[in-house]
């Protein structure tokens, strides 16, 4: 079992900025891939980006491209740096862990095994 610890949320204004945290423990995976996903109020979850230790890759929404920046903290952490916030990122943010196999595809939530409680983003006009 792993259990995954967010921090960071908060309330912000339009064109703010928020760092989110995101630490890992337990298990330990061989070769992880760690990811936020966000769900707005009454929509589905979305993939927000994604990192892979393995080739120490990135991966992007195009909504957050430009704006957002994923980054580890060693070997069971992550950080979301998020830059020029929009009301439209409203959402409760959650973290992802999972291993990474042959044709892992990174936006699919399927392909996480553990998520953390969720933290709050609320970004006003």
């Known amino acids: 079992q792993a259990q995954l610890v967010e921090s960071g949320g908060g309330s912000v204004q339009t064109g703010d900025s928020l760092r989110l945290s995101c630490a890992a423990s337990?298990?330990?995976?061989?070769?992880?891939?760690m990811a936020w996903f966000r769900q707005p109020p009454q929509k589905k979850r979305e993939f927000v980006a994604a990192?892979?230790?393995?080739?120490?890759?990135s991966y992007y929404a195009d909504s957050v491209k430009g704006r957002f920046t994923i980054s580890h903290n060693g070997a069971k952490a992550i950080n979301l740096q998020m830059n020029s916030l929009k009301p439209e990122d409203t959402a409760l943010y959650y973290c992802?862990?999972?291993?990474?196999?042959?044709?892992?595809?990174?936006?699919?939530?399927?392909?996480?095994?553990?998520w953390g409680q969720g933290t709050q983003v609320t970004v006003s006009s």
């Open positions: 992802a862990l999972g291993q990474v196999a042959a044709g892992t595809e990174p936006e699919d939530y399927l392909e996480y095994t553990y």
């Open positions: 337990g298990r330990t995976f061989t070769n992880p891939i």
């Open positions: 990192f892979k230790w393995s080739g120490s890759r």
